[in-house]
């Protein structure tokens, strides 16, 4: 039997958004786009502020007073992550730009030392970009094989044929938790098993996953676990890679400069330890302050309490939309997060997007940076509404109102 | 909203539903692909030229109302026209939907009904991908032409 949840207090939790109480085209502000970038509570952007006003420093080897605070501000940021995720080592988390870069550093330096001509790297169709262009950036340098999983049509992944691409050629598995333009939640613990069972190497692209529901990167016991910031409330511009400690070390710098090394001559550099060798150059340290208030404020949700929250809103956003004539649902797995993608017949999703945006009703238009996915539907492009705990019934009803405009319009 | 219904006029509305010279030609003098990232439209003009004088022009592909319409008002304002004369409305219309100015509105006929899309900076890019790839067909080049 299900636990009881108690219900999830969005106006509350609203008050701590400055941004979700803009007005927009003299109308409120509906925000529907949170899986392309969520709102900042409070905490986060004073946490922001303060440092720059009151720690601003560079961080390491400073010894002057500043320097100091920085340094510890910067790596206690580091270990709400490590608790934040469940990793079993400080060292095992390196501060990227975001999730783009934590694939391709994986990318980079942990596959494409490993790999030769003919070698396969297992994704599925329902990849964003940054999870298919690094790949093909090392098929184009090294002849690997990029193996495709198929979708079906409610944007589920088959997993038969998951598993059936899976060969003794396959040296790496790069596979998206939650689908950010189907909102498909994909069965990671059986896809992490069928790798571990052979031995393969897996990253989990987890930026979509880490503003809905709390992850145990030790009890996924995956590889690589990568994600950004600005989607869990945090600001832009920092992101995680988790990495096991043995494979991180097993790994190469991929990009050289200050702060990753321990000597320096112009014969020979010897690098730092982890996580630095990875963090080359001035990082963004104002960037990883915010991300830590972001964890820290993320402490005071219900977690259980929220996630039903969302659910709630995708069932009756999913409920409302459909029943307006002409309108496709673009994902409809069992196993959804809060994300609602679809098409009118006869308006294109741009204009779609134009038209609601009047209404004071932010939505996502275009391809979401998961073309394929596009082609597979047979469309060029979906509107889509994501949602975030703090959306209310009432959000839901502006955009199905809005949406009914559209469709009103281009009729 | 009003900026909204000026933007989407009834005009602009009807040549989305009904597209002017919307067909393939073939064969025919010059085409070209033109894609707009940002939101996936994809649109092919097709062109074929007396001399220097445009004797046909059609399009085919997919996109928002706004890159429709203005594919399907730029076959009917330039077709019969000479390739100067098209780039020169091309320049006065590019002007209008940028903010740039309307000094030469009334050059162009009915494409000033999309005046409205200078209040839609984002949306300056529909207006003029057709318009980008008609020319970048009779340049004749081999990339496709993009609003980027």
């Not at chain 1, 010894?63 to 608790?83: C, F, I, M, N, P």
């Not at chain 1, 498909?184 to 059986?190: A, F, K, Q, Y």
């Not at chain 2, 020169?88 to 509105?105: K, L, S």
């Amino acid at each position: 039997m299900e636990h009881q949840v108690a219900p999830f207090d969005a106006a509350r939790v609203r008050a701590e958004f400055p941004a979700l109480g803009l007005t927009v085209h003299g109308k409120p502000l509906v925000y529907l786009d949170n899986a392309a970038t969520a709102q900042k509570p409070r905490a986060v952007i004073d946490a922001v502020e303060r440092y720059y006003e009151s720690e601003n420093s560079n961080v390491h080897r400073g010894v002057h007073h500043l320097s100091q605070v920085a340094t510890q501000g910067y790596e206690r940021a580091r270990d709400k992550v490590r608790d934040f995720i469940g990793a079993g080592a400080r060292e095992e988390i390196i501060w990227t730009a975001g999730t783009t870069e934590a694939i391709n550093i994986v990318a980079r330096s942990f596959v494409r030392p490993r790999v030769k001509a003919g070698d396969e790297v297992l994704l599925t169709e329902m990849e964003h970009h940054s999870n298919i262009v690094p790949w093909q950036m090392l098929r184009d340098e090294l002849g690997i094989v990029i193996k495709v999983a198929p979708i079906d049509d409610d944007g589920a992944l088959d997993m038969d044929a998951f598993e059936a691409l899976i060969s003794d050629r396959t040296r790496f598995i790069s596979v998206v938790h939650i689908s950010n333009s189907l909102g498909t939640i994909n069965p990671v613990e059986r896809i992490i098993a069928l790798a571990k069972a052979r031995k393969i190497p897996i990253l989990l692209d987890g930026a979509q996953t880490v503003p809905h529901a709390p992850v145990d990167v030790q009890a996924l016991d995956c590889d690589f676990y990568a994600f950004s910031g600005h989607k869990m409330f945090g600001p832009t511009g920092v992101g995680v890679l988790y990495g096991r400690r043995e494979l991180l070390e097993q790994m190469e710098p991929w990009q050289g400069g200050g702060d990753m090394i321990q000597h320096v001559t112009f014969e020979k550099t010897i690098y730092n330890d982890l996580p630095y060798r990875f963090e080359a150059g001035t990082p963004n340290i104002a960037g990883t302050i915010g991300l830590g208030a972001a964890i820290d404020w993320l402490a005071g949700i219900d977690h259980a309490a929220a996630l039903a929250h969302e659910n709630d809103l995708l069932e009756h956003a999913t409920r409302e939309l459909s029943q307006i004539g002409g309108l496709r649902l673009i994902g409809t797995a069992a196993n959804k997060a809060a994300v609602v993608s679809f098409v009118l017949a006869h308006a294109h999703a741009h204009d779609v997007g134009q038209i609601v945006d009047s209404e004071g009703v932010a939505v996502r238009v275009g391809h979401h940076c998961t073309q394929p996915v596009m082609q597979h539907f047979g469309v060029p492009a979906t509107a889509r509404a994501s949602f975030a705990f703090y959306n209310t019934h009432e959000d839901v009803e502006r955009l199905v109102a809005a949406v009914r405009r559209v469709a009103e319009m281009f009729a | 909203m009003s900026d909204l219904r000026e933007l989407y006029q009834q005009v602009i509305l009807d040549h989305n539903k009904k597209p002017r010279n919307f067909r393939a030609m073939d064969p025919c003098d010059h085409e070209a692909d033109g894609f707009n990232p940002l939101c996936g439209d994809k649109v092919h003009i097709y062109v074929e030229l007396d001399g220097d004088r445009i004797a046909d022009v059609s399009f085919q592909g997919e996109g928002c109302a706004i890159s429709t319409a203005a594919a399907s008002m730029m076959t009917q304002a330039i077709k019969g026209k000479t390739v100067e004369e098209a780039k020169t409305i091309f320049d006065i219309y590019q002007h209008m939907v940028m903010g740039e100015g309307n000094a030469e509105i009334e050059q162009i006929g009915k494409l000033a009904i999309f005046e409205g899309v200078r209040e839609f900076p984002m949306r300056v890019k529909c207006a003029t991908l057709a318009w980008h790839t008609f020319k970048a067909a009779l340049e004749g080049g081999n990339d496709a032409a993009t609003t980027e």
